[in-house]
């Protein structure tokens, strides 16, 4: 499949089910979280996808769901490139601290904002404009570029992390992508024209 791009959020995390504000820190899959990823390498490998490389983050539930999908497509030792730049965006004081607890101590409207705003850090971290200014330097100069030299690349990785990518392939803009919330373990598949713009888009949802 030439010129791919399959971009998948990690499976669910202990700290997603604990509903905690996750960020840089480090928690495992949980047992739901591996099925997702397990899942999401089998239905890519039942419509034959092939890799020729893969990118994750620095953290082990995206590395993990790399791995899965990896070994459902029978590609277990492909070259697979880790890079913090991919790392979900840093929730600073908010790490660690219950979504809902955060709610009843700044409200739903505040909370919201850290969370979906575009330009509105959370205290001490990074917001979506921040995130984008560390992933999309190197999706462009590492991942892109192997993308239009026609090969099929994986790329897993954080919400945060890819709704960056998302918004400039969907050219979406600051108020749109508010909207958009990736699944967790749910693979997309992009394939790019020749000129670098979006030919199709499908969510393995
Ligand atoms: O870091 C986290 O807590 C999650 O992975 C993403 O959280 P969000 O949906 O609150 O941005």
């Known amino acids: 499949m030439e010129r791919t791009l399959v971009l998948a959020r990690h499976g669910q995390s202990d700290w997603n089910l604990k509903n905690l504000f996750t960020g840089w820190k480090d928690p495992?899959?949980?047992?739901?979280?591996t099925a997702?990823?397990?899942?999401?390498?089998?239905k890519l490998n039942d419509m034959g996808m092939k890799f020729d490389v893969a990118f994750t983050s620095d953290l082990q539930r995206a590395q993990k769901t790399c791995q899965h999908i990896l070994d459902g497509v029978g590609q277990s030792d492909l070259t697979t490139y880790r890079d913090l730049a991919l790392n979900e965006r840093d929730y600073g004081d908010l790490s660690g601290l219950n979504k809902d607890d955060a709610r009843k101590k700044w409200g739903e409207e505040q909370v919201h904002i850290w969370r979906r705003s575009y330009d509105v850090p959370p205290?001490?971290?990074?917001?979506?404009?921040?995130?984008?200014?560390?992933?999309?330097?190197?999706?462009?100069?590492?991942?892109l570029p192997q993308v239009m030299a026609g090969k099929s690349v994986l790329c897993a990785?954080?919400?945060?992390?890819?709704?960056?990518?998302?918004?400039?392939?969907?050219?979406?803009?600051?108020?749109?992508?508010?909207?958009?919330?990736l699944g967790t373990g749910v693979p997309i598949i992009y394939?790019?024209?020749?000129?670098?713009?979006?030919?199709?888009?499908?969510i393995l949802g």
């Open 191 to 202: 394939k790019f024209n020749a000129d670098t713009t979006i030919a199709s888009k499908e």
């Open 123 to 143: 205290p001490g971290g990074e917001s979506l404009k921040d995130t984008a200014a560390r992933t999309l330097p190197y999706f462009i100069t590492d991942i």
């Open 157 to 181: 990785a954080h919400g945060n992390s890819l709704r960056s990518i998302v918004m400039v392939l969907d050219r979406l803009s600051r108020e749109e992508i508010l909207e958009v919330n």
């Open 28 to 33: 495992d899959l949980t047992e739901q979280g």
């Open 36 to 42: 997702e990823a397990i899942a999401a390498g089998k």
